[in-house]
């Protein structure tokens, strides 16, 4: 079962940057394609960013589309998700997710297409 630690939440003003970090343990992580969520309360938790496991694919949800990038270093066991231009409505909890792979190129953004979850870490954008 792979650990997930994620890091770098905060809170910031409209039009900020914050880099969201996850360190993933206990696993081949080249094996596991990862995703970041988040979730805002009274809202379901949305797939906001997902990469394939060699990096290749990236998917995005339209409203971070231009200001957010995700991305990992598989040999040391982390992705990463730089967040710019930051708005009120991206204040969530952010969650980092995992999911073992057989396809090196595939992209999941389902919440049930993931079984090894973060314990989230507050994202606080001031207007």
């Known amino acids: 079962q792979v650990q997930l630690e994620e890091s770098g939440g905060g809170l910031v003003q409209a039009g900020g940057s914050l880099r969201l970090s996850c360190a993933a343990s206990?696993?081949?992580?080249?094996?596991?394609?990862m995703g970041w969520f988040r979730q805002a309360p009274g809202k379901e938790r949305e797939c906001v960013a997902a990469?394939?496991?060699?990096?290749?694919?990236?998917y995005y949800v339209n409203s971070v589309k231009g200001r957010f990038s995700i991305s990992r270093n598989n040999a040391e066991s982390t992705v990463y998700l730089q967040m710019s231009s930051l708005k009120p409505e991206d204040t969530a909890v952010y969650y980092c997710?995992?999911?073992?792979?057989?396809?090196?190129?595939?992209?999941?953004?389902?919440?049930?297409?993931?079984?090894?979850w973060g314990q989230g870490t507050q994202v606080t954008v001031s207007s």
């Open positions: 997710a995992a999911r073992r792979s057989a396809f090196s190129g595939n992209v999941y953004r389902g919440t049930n297409d993931y079984n090894s």
């Open positions: 206990g696993v081949m992580f080249s094996s596991y394609a």
């Open positions: 990469i394939a496991r060699n990096g290749g694919n990236t």
